[in-house]
């Protein structure tokens, strides 16, 4: 079954310092992946997506994520750290259906990103 | 652009009442997707309707139910409410094929099943 793991439940970095968050995915097609965030209260929102093409791709708030089929990665990652980081992160991919009219998300347990000062 | 509204945003029910939560999409976005968030399943799609139509569901029990009306707006119903449906919802609007394209998320209702 197609599936999203995550396998950092949390991580804490220092302001400044470099992330690194993992994601791999179970999926025979090519995947359309997903990197969304949540802070506290709030709903998700759309950090980057990959469908093909380029494998390193650009989002909002600085981060980027590559994409790995070799070892069915797709990890997102942001040079220097801000305080305002500090939410939790999911990996998601689209299941699509036989016609590929229609999919929905799935979306790993999540990583809840601590930043230091 | 407005974003995308979910009422209410807490709401305390009793086991086995029925409740209903309301959300309206991004103006000029037809696709409403609804997920449940746990602690422990996490995020699991629930359904997306699309221009009224039901276009998509998870695997979920028949208690759960949804609708979307002409001006996209989307209400989603459980029935015989259990303990086990205390969860953030979240509303999730999108332009077209809501999954590829990238949905915009509302800050969820927050339901405490007692």
């Known amino acids: 079954a197609q599936s999203v793991t995550q396998p950092d439940i949390h991580i804490t970095v220092s302001e400044g310092a470099s992330l690194e968050l993992r994601c791999n995915y179970s999926y025979g097609a090519t995947p359309y992946l997903f990197w969304y965030v949540q802070s506290p209260g709030q709903g998700l929102q759309l950090l980057l997506k990959y469908f093909s093409g380029d494998t390193l791709v650009q989002g909002i708030k600085g981060f980027e994520a590559e994409f790995k089929r070799s070892q069915s990665s797709f990890n997102l990652r942001k040079p220097s750290v801000h305080w305002s980081d500090a939410a939790e992160y999911f990996c998601?991919?689209?299941?699509?259906?036989?016609?590929?009219?229609?999919?929905?998300?799935?979306f790993g347990k999540g990583t809840k990103l601590s930043v230091k000062p | 652009k407005a974003g995308v509204t979910q009422t209410p945003r807490y709401l305390i029910k009793t086991r086995g009442q029925q409740v209903t939560l309301s959300c309206s999409p991004i103006?000029?976005?037809?696709?409403v997707s609804w997920y449940q968030q746990t602690p422990g399943q996490g995020l699991q799609f629930l359904f997306e309707y699309f221009s009224e139509t039901q276009r998509n569901k998870g695997n979920f029990p028949g208690r759960f139910s949804g609708r979307q009306f002409s001006n996209s707006r989307s209400e989603m119903n459980v029935s015989t409410l259990e303990l086990g449906d205390s969860a953030l919802y979240l509303c999730?609007?999108?332009?077209?094929?809501?999954?590829?394209?990238?949905?915009?998320f509302g800050p969820g209702t927050r339901l405490t099943v007692t």
């Open positions: 999730a609007s999108s332009a077209g094929l809501a999954a590829l394209i990238g949905q915009y």
């Open positions: 998601a991919v689209v299941i699509m259906n036989y016609g590929g009219s229609q999919g929905n998300l799935i």
């Open positions: 103006s000029g976005h037809r696709s």
